[in-house]
């Protein structure tokens, strides 16, 4: 067995696609990184949850959590012991087992992300020389989005699972966000391999050691930086649990621990998509350009690399407050319309653009400058073309959606409860109805009794005396 993980370990180490040498590790050095990135992750969620409240409240000029402990710094703790120790309510028509299982798989496939990201360089622990982190492939970044994927099963099937229609509807909306914003993320990474070479974690942070990629690819980073957010279901993007709509959306029937799942895998998602923008755009753990010329790189070295990741991470964690405390909730189809008529072609155009000029740099002697310039020229025009014809369209209401039929609807025709769309109503509940048909009957009676009292009055006085006017003046 020992000779097995050794030739393993060995062949890892040994990859040319791997930048990072995993030769020597053991199977308690395994052990060791992954319960540090374990217990790193569940202080940074308590340390961003606390973050986010203050930051919010300097923005709107109130104090924040100030109470419990210094600064305020064990606020986070008491709100996780008091998910802890709340009531677990079961809802009587959730599926009990996909009910349970949905937030474990949204914190696991949350967990499993941080497996690739590098901390740092090499370093030596106990005698043992090894990278700072836990593993890497050569398609570490697809693993990546393959973990985010799936996750989103947790938020589709815990809504699906509740039994009831807000939770569902925060479900489908999500499972549409994702197909959505996921393509554009993708996209935006494409062009990080095309120049890098490599889908390998480690080997993208190596190729960044004289530039870092957000500079020569700066639209593909701001298109990841939206995505990240929409990946995540932040403000403006919180559309799947929005609750001036939806109550909350996928959430509405959790409660106690299996809710505080749910948190926690929203907050680690926000960290993973951080770590990624650092890892993939800003160099990963290098340290900034003032800094990295210092003493022939010395401080990209050691332990110094984890302050330099973990700085460029919290400024990704800083403007997802940021945008919470400034940007409004878009509305569902300006949302979709926003990701399939704006980040995708974009994001695609950006992709073939990339891999033109890469391939030109490399297989030929064509001066770049003129070609670059007649490419920009016709997607500009593609795009001011597209955006006419949707214009125009509009205002012939070509994009209107057709009303449903007034009237009332069967609300579990299809076998699951829907709301009703405008035009349309429900029929009325059993209680609603006896209380009309009380209301009627009563009616009826005092209708019967006064049209009874008229016939009386005209039968006993069958000619009333006329009085006619007198005349004025």
């Not at 802890?84 to 499993?112: G, N, R, W």
């Not at 070609?371 to 920009?376: M, R």
Request: glycine fraction near 8%; charge should be neutral; include cysteine.
């Amino acid at each position: 067995m020992s000779v097995l993980t050794q030739l393993g370990t060995t062949t890892i180490g040994s990859d040319p696609a791997i930048a990072a040498d995993f030769s020597q590790d053991t199977f308690w050095v395994w052990l060791i990184k992954a319960v540090a990135i374990l217990v790193f992750l569940l202080t940074s969620v308590l340390i961003a949850i606390w973050f986010e409240r203050k930051v919010v409240a300097r923005m709107q000029i109130r104090p924040g959590p100030n109470v419990h402990g210094p600064f305020g710094l064990l606020q986070s703790l008491a709100d996780a012991m008091k998910l802890l120790l709340k009531e677990d309510i079961t809802v009587k028509a959730a599926d009990k087992l996909v009910y349970i299982l949905a937030p474990m798989i949204s914190v696991f496939c949350a967990l499993l992300t941080f497996a690739v990201i590098p901390f740092g360089p090499a370093v030596t622990v106990f005698g043992v020389t090894t990278p700072l982190q836990l593993t890497d492939l050569p398609v570490a970044a697809l693993y990546v989005l393959a973990c985010a994927a799936v996750g989103v099963y947790g938020i589709v099937l815990g809504g699906w699972s509740s039994g009831s229609t807000y939770p569902l509807l925060g479900s489908v909306r999500s499972t549409a966000q994702v197909i959505s914003y996921e393509l554009a993320m993708g996209l935006s990474l494409v062009s990080v391999f095309i120049l890098a070479g490599s889908m390998s974690t480690s080997q993208i942070v190596a190729s960044q050691e004289a530039l870092w990629w957000a500079l020569p690819l700066l639209p593909a980073f701001v298109i990841y930086v939206i995505s990240m957010i929409g990946e995540t279901n932040r403000l403006p993007f919180d559309l799947p649990e929005a609750e001036g709509e939806l109550v909350s959306g996928y959430m509405t029937e959790y409660s106690s621990m299996k809710f505080a799942w749910f948190f926690l895998a929203e907050y680690i998602n926000m960290i993973n998509v951080s770590a990624i923008a650092t890892t993939l755009f800003l160099g990963g753990w290098r340290a900034p350009w003032p800094l990295s010329a210092i003493n022939d790189g010395m401080l990209n070295t050691g332990w110094w690399p984890v302050l330099w990741f973990l700085a460029k991470m919290w400024m990704f964690m800083f403007l997802f407050v940021w945008v919470r405390g400034t940007l409004l909730r878009l509305r569902y189809d300006q949302f979709m319309k926003f990701g399939w008529k704006v980040l995708i072609p974009f994001a695609l155009a950006w992709v073939v653009l990339v891999a033109v000029v890469q391939g030109i740099r490399q297989f030929s002697d064509v001066d770049l400058l003129p070609l670059f310039g007649a490419i920009f020229g016709i997607v500009l025009v593609a795009y001011v073309v597209m955006a006419v014809v949707d214009r125009r369209r509009g205002a012939r209401g070509a994009d209107r959606p057709t009303p449903p039929p007034a009237g009332e609807f069967d609300p579990f025709a299809g076998g699951y409860p829907v709301p009703p769309l405008p035009g349309q109503h429900l029929p009325p509940s059993p209680r609603r109805r006896a209380a009309m048909a009380a209301a009627s009957s009563s009616t009826a009676s005092s209708t019967a009794s006064s049209t009874a009292s008229s016939t009386a009055t005209a039968t006993a006085d069958p000619e009333p005396d006329h009085h006619p006017e007198v005349p004025r003046g």
